[in-house]
């Protein structure tokens, strides 16, 4: 899931200073997880913009904020409201956010969140960074994601740097090829893992802006 967190306050004040009406769009999916995009963050956002004498032409949450013409259907309902409202704030991921940048040319969007990362949710509203998106998955050679979870992103084993296990950069950490060590030798998959030396990492696989349209 893609993780967000609301963004301070103070720094939204200075988006909205120079208008009065707003509609709201939140998302149902990643957003709604992380408790950025849910109908308790919009109805909370729409509390703070009235106690400052901001008028809430209407509210939405899509169902995909970043499905582009999915979120187009939804909010044809809500035309006039959003024809009322000067600008539109947006309770999604940077990609949801763009969606309705691309929906209304003309009218201000403003997120409210700041986009942080790939991740999974560990416990309640606590993520931890998983996957760099780097387009060409090691996962079934290395078990974890060491393009990720290694500061260096060492594909063939650990820099040497580690000291009683943890990461020479986060010593707060496991090293990640120790991670990759344990649960390749579960899966007995270790000797299979040394006949697979990976050869340099092809990073213009994770150039952007990147496209992908299946054939
Ligand atoms: S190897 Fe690449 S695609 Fe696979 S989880 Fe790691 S960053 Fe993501
Ligand atoms: S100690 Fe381990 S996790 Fe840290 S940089 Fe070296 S290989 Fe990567």
């Known amino acids: 899931m893609i993780i967000t967190r609301k963004k301070d306050l103070k720094e939204i004040e200075e988006y909205i200073e120079n208008f009065?009406?707003?509609?709201?769009?939140?998302?149902?999916e990643c957003a709604t997880l992380c408790g950025t995009g849910s109908e308790e963050a919009i109805l909370n956002l729409k509390q703070w913009l009235e106690n400052n004498n901001k008028?809430?032409?209407?509210w939405m949450i899509a169902k995909t904020g970043c499905q582009?013409?999915?979120?187009?259907r939804e909010l044809?309902?809500?035309?006039?409201?959003?024809?009322?409202?000067?600008?539109?704030?947006?309770?999604s991921c940077g990609a949801g956010t763009q969606s309705i940048t691309e929906l209304f040319e003309e009218k201000?969007?403003?997120?409210?969140?700041?986009?942080?990362?790939?991740g999974n949710m560990r416990r309640l509203r606590e993520f931890e960074e998983r996957c760099r998106a780097c387009g060409e998955c090691f996962l079934a050679i290395t078990g974890v994601c060491v393009v990720t979870l290694c500061p260096?992103?060492?594909?063939?084993?650990p820099c040497?740097?580690?000291?009683?296990g943890k990461c020479e950069v986060n010593p707060l950490r496991k090293c990640a090829w120790i991670v990759a060590y344990e649960i390749l030798k579960k899966r007995g998959l270790i000797e299979k893992f040394y006949e697979n030396i990976l050869g340099p990492k092809d990073w213009s696989k994770a150039n952007s802006p990147r496209m992908f349209k299946e054939k």
């Open 20 to 28: 009065d009406k707003f509609f709201l769009i939140g998302c149902s």
């Open 55 to 58: 008028k809430v032409t209407g």
């Open 68 to 72: 582009i013409l999915g979120t187009k």
């Open 76 to 91: 044809s309902q809500y035309r006039q409201d959003i024809e009322e409202a000067q600008c539109i704030m947006v309770l």
């Open 108 to 118: 201000p969007v403003i997120p409210v969140n700041d986009t942080l990362f790939i």
């Open 152 to 157: 260096k992103s060492m594909l063939n084993g």
């Open 160 to 164: 040497g740097g580690y000291k009683d």
